[in-house]
């Protein structure tokens, strides 16, 4: 008998417990849903750019309010490394779920198969929320069956690959000690430009400022760098691999002739005079006060602040009139294609695009959301910073970095003719004829 009360007993334990878990329960008017505390856990391994970890701890723990039975293990991993590091964890199952990288990473991503397609759903609330650059970046048109990135290849799909977490792109920073009002033409600042170098230099009165290499305007990188040199091609109606940047048939190299015309006779003997492209300490000269304007990014920001300067950002000047549109960049993050548990991968790359985890990443990582402009009056403080807000204003007639794989083999020539332009007066013509014939070497050798 004792046996048979036991039994009974367990039983109705048994069932106590199913019907807790299955069904909610009553007390005093309100309902209690036990199935979350019973239902079984996930996990992923989310690979994000963040050393210290405190962005990525505030991110998960909001991340799981929303999902609480997903558990996501974050390793730091810098963004540049993530998809070499997935070609070789990845397959053993200790890479990622889920990985950031730079916009110039994804095609060969792509290519490696290290990416997985974002569903429809998924891309469909990313494009209602993202900026237009930033889901331009992250979108390719791929043919998986034979590695094509033609976009002329019937078979090729468009699909939405990333999510964009941050924008970024370079603008004109100036001293507000030595700069009342920036300039918003080239033809003004240049002008300006000759008679500061001209003046005696406050460090030695017995050389000009050009002389002392003190020159008006500066860029953080060097005068080859055709990332920065965009804005300028630009201004003559260039992109590299045509209108849409995406004709990996040829660079366009033959186009540029009145662009590095410019730059040769306009804006060289302004900012090296006969120097060479990358003789002069620019951004030292900036951070130190000594100079007005400097060509830099978002990511200067940080130690002109710690230098106690006084600056200012705004929009790059025109050129005759027409704008100087540079490259947008992105910071991104995918879901690897071999994960265990897209499902949950997914929702958080979705999660990443949301206000919530945009406001932290603005907070304490001082990024630009990728969100469309109305949008971002929903992220405390963005409205505010006037640095992040000219680089917006920036981005609002910036071009996408191109993303197809082949932009690999451009920035090598691109360099190179800028160089022998500027540093040993090659003929234009005949260095924009060399620089086509070594990309399409450079992509000879590569396939």
Known sequence: MKKILTLLLVLTGALFLVSCKKDKVGTDGETIDFSDSYSKKSVIRVWIDDEQGDY??????????VYPNIIVEHQHKGSVDSREHLKTFGPSGNGADVFQFPHDHLAQAVLED???PLPDAT??????????LGTSIATLKYDETTGSFDPNNPDATERLYAVPMSLESVGLYYNKDLVATPATTYEELLAAGKIWNAQPSKDNDQQTNAQAGLFYLATSSHWADSYFMQQYYSAFDW??????LNDPSEVGFAKLTSAVTWIRDELKPVVTGNSAHDSISGGTNFENGKIPYIIAGPWNVEAYKKAGLNFGVVKLPTINGKETKTFAGAMMAAVYKYSKNQADAIKFVEFLNSDVAMEIQYRLK?????L????????????ADTELMAMSNQLKSSVPMPTIPQVTYYWGPGEAMLKEVWNNAKPIAEALTEAEASYKTNLGLAS
């Open 123 to 132: 891309a469909t609330k990313i494009k209602e929320r993202s900026h237009e």
């Open 56 to 65: 990525m701890k505030e991110v998960i723990k909001e991340f799981n309010k």
């Open 114 to 116: 290290l990416v997985l």
């Open 372 to 383: 469309k402009t109305d949008l971002l009056a929903n992220i405390d403080g963005v409205l």
């Open 366 to 370: 001082s990024k630009l959301p990728a």
């Open 239 to 244: 992109t590299p691999f045509g209108k849409d």
